[in-house]
Nanobody, 124 residues
């Protein structure tokens, strides 16, 4: 079983920055493609960013491209999401997800394992 634990969420003013982390309890972390999703109150969960198992390929949703950066450190079994120039519309619970093998990066149903989420609140 793979366990994912997010951290780094919090309250920040618009224009500020946060860095989320996702720690994975698996020595074979490098076998997993990873993604970040978010869910705002009353809305469906949406794709934020994806990174391939070796970190060479990344994908972002349009609204965060240029502001958010996804990365991973396979030696530390950890994935990150650096979020800059935050906007109130970025407010949501952020989830990390993992999948070993082929997936469609933006589809939540492609992922096998999920964390419990971390709250990000951006005030205007």
């Amino acid at each position: 079983q793979v366990q994912l634990v997010e951290s780094g969420g919090g309250l920040v003013q618009a224009g500020g920055s946060l860095r989320l982390s996702c720690a994975v309890s698996r020595r074979t972390f490098s076998d997993y493609n990873m993604g970040w999703f978010r869910q705002a109150p009353g809305k469906e969960r949406e794709f934020v960013a994806y990174i391939s198992l070796n970190g060479r390929s990344t994908v972002y949703r349009d609204s965060v491209r240029g502001r958010f950066t996804i990365s991973r450190d396979n030696a530390k079994n950890t994935m990150y999401l650096q979020m800059n120039s935050l906007k109130p519309e970025d407010t949501a619970v952020y989830y990390c997800a993992a999948k070993a093998g082929f997936l469609i990066p933006s589809k939540s149903t492609s992922y096998d394992y999920w964390g419990q989420g971390t709250q990000v609140t951006v005030s205007s």
